[in-house]
């Protein structure tokens, strides 16, 4: 079963806006990351937050997590129509496994 | 640095044939995995290798898919026979150690089962 849900499930914005990406998930984890897939391509690693870590920026990128409420946001600041992509956050390890389980992901496009 | 390569990156089959993907992973990367992913889905981890030694094939159709890593290097996924819900994007992925690093992913290889 898969264990990150992501919400919603398409999203649909204007260039220069912001897009915003939730996860949740249904068990304790060690980690959580967050991974782009262009369409017909391999997935490409975004950011990886650790449970005892809240925040998290990398370029137009911010990750938020929330170990109380078993979520995780994805904010995409300034979009581009370059970011028009998969978006899938992967939950792992729990206790007692080494495996990520990744989510059913969010199809963002961006209008220019 | 060189990235997962992964061959071929298509193939197409008629049903109960059989069918092997290759997977190279970055080199010096102890875990790698072998991901299906159905069209409009994430990918589903099928088996999860430490060096040469399985760490996770739960959810490996064993009647059918078996895998192997090498000098726990390369590695090959294979199908026999193929069924038509077999049909998807077979994902290689690595990375340094299992569980903390992120994971680097080949471009895939696309099945169509006919």
């Known amino acids: 079963s898969q264990q990150g849900e992501e919400d919603p499930q398409a999203l649909s914005i204007q260039e220069g806006e912001n897009a915003t990406m939730n996860c949740s998930y249904k068990?304790?984890?060690?980690?959580l990351q967050w991974y782009r897939q262009n369409s017909g391509r391999g997935l490409v690693h975004l950011i990886l937050i650790r449970s005892n870590e809240r925040e998290k920026h990398s370029g137009r990128l911010r990750v938020t997590l929330d170990t109380s409420k078993k979520s995780s946001s994805l904010l995409i600041t300034a979009s581009r129509a370059a970011d028009t992509a998969s978006y899938f956050c992967?939950?792992?390890?729990?206790?007692?496994?080494?495996?990520?389980?990744f989510g059913t992901g969010t199809r963002l496009k961006v209008l220019a | 640095e060189a990235g997962v390569a992964q061959s071929p990156r298509y193939k197409i089959i008629e049903k109960r044939q059989s069918v092997a993907f290759w997977c190279n992973p970055i080199?010096?990367?102890?875990?790698l995995y072998w991901y299906q992913q159905i069209l409009g889905q994430g990918p589903k981890l099928l088996i999860q290798?430490?060096?040469?030694?399985?760490?996770?094939d739960s959810q490996l159709p064993k009647d059918r898919f078996s895998a192997e890593r090498l000098k726990g290097v390369d590695s090959t996924l294979k199908i026999q026979p193929a069924k038509l819900e077999d049909s998807a994007v077979y994902l290689c992925a690595s990375s340094l150690q299992q569980g903390r690093n992120e994971q680097f992913f080949g471009p895939g290889t696309r099945l169509t089962v006919l």
């Open positions: 992967a939950t792992g390890p729990s206790t007692g496994t080494y495996k990520y389980i």
């Open positions: 080199s010096g990367h102890a875990t």
């Open positions: 290798f430490q060096n040469n030694g399985v760490v996770d």
């Open positions: 068990t304790s984890i060690n980690n």
